[in-house]
Nanobody
């Protein structure tokens, strides 16, 4: 399977962006999916995750109330709506998938995209 992120860019603080993750190749419809991010000099961290149906979602404390994860299984696409962006949200954002559980750990995911850069200016 291939995961390809898009939608990143440069935005001012307080602005919004919507990231997309298009999945092709092997069907990952029933997989748990998540967004992670990695800022320069920092470890990759969990942002948000969803079960296969989207009925269960979890978020990092730092993004609760501002970010929303959603999935369209018919389109094989995962989304991350990011509102009220802050300079500390600047990072490369990655989508990921795994078959086993809704994990907040990097090692829990088998499939990864190449990432999309999000830069929030103050």
């Amino acid at each position: 399977a291939q995961l390809v992120e898009s939608g990143g860019g440069l935005v001012q603080a307080g602005g919004s962006l919507r990231l997309s993750c298009a999945i092709s190749g092997r069907t990952l419809t029933n997989y748990f999916k998540a967004w992670f991010r990695q800022a320069p000099g920092k470890e990759r961290e969990f942002v948000a995750g969803s079960n296969w149906s989207g009925t269960t979602t979890i978020y990092a404390d730092s993004v609760k109330g501002r970010f929303t994860i959603a999935r369209d299984n018919a389109k094989n696409t995962l989304y991350l709506q990011m509102n009220s962006l802050k300079p500390e949200d600047t990072a490369v954002y990655y989508c990921a998938a795994n078959r086993v559980s809704l994990s907040m750990e990097v090692r829990g995911y088998d499939y990864w995209g190449q990432g999309t850069q999000v830069t929030v200016s103050s």
